[in-house]
């Protein structure tokens, strides 16, 4: 079963729209990466990699995934600890 953090969805389409002095993009509209909605919206640069949908998309997904979301990063942060305390018993 693919985690929350997996490329659920499609991988949104992107255009640039502000571009830096050095050329470098700042700002960049993606396509909601819903497969039933073409939503645009409007993201900065680094909030790129967590931004796969538009407003509406990113609210349900959270409320129809929030309990799976947070046992989620339960487990993430079991493993942390876990990986934390193996490193200190090998050191
Ligand atoms: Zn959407």
């Not at 502000?18 to 039933?36: H, N, S, V, W, Y």
């Not at 995934?65 to 493993?79: I, T, Y």
């Not at 876990?82 to 200190?88: G, K, Q, V």
């Amino acid at each position: 079963m693919p985690g929350p953090e997996d490329n659920y969805g499609y991988p949104p389409e992107v255009r640039v729209i502000e571009l830096g002095k050095k050329g470098k993009p700042i700002k960049l509209e993606i396509t909601c990466c819903e497969p039933d909605c073409e939503n645009k919206r409007i993201v900065k640069v680094q909030d790129y990699f967590q931004v796969k949908r538009c407003r509406d998309c990113q609210s349900k997904y959270f409320s129809e995934h929030r309990r799976e979301l947070a046992k989620f990063s339960r487990q993430r942060k079991k493993a942390e600890k876990a990986a934390a305390a193996n490193e200190l018993n090998q050191g």
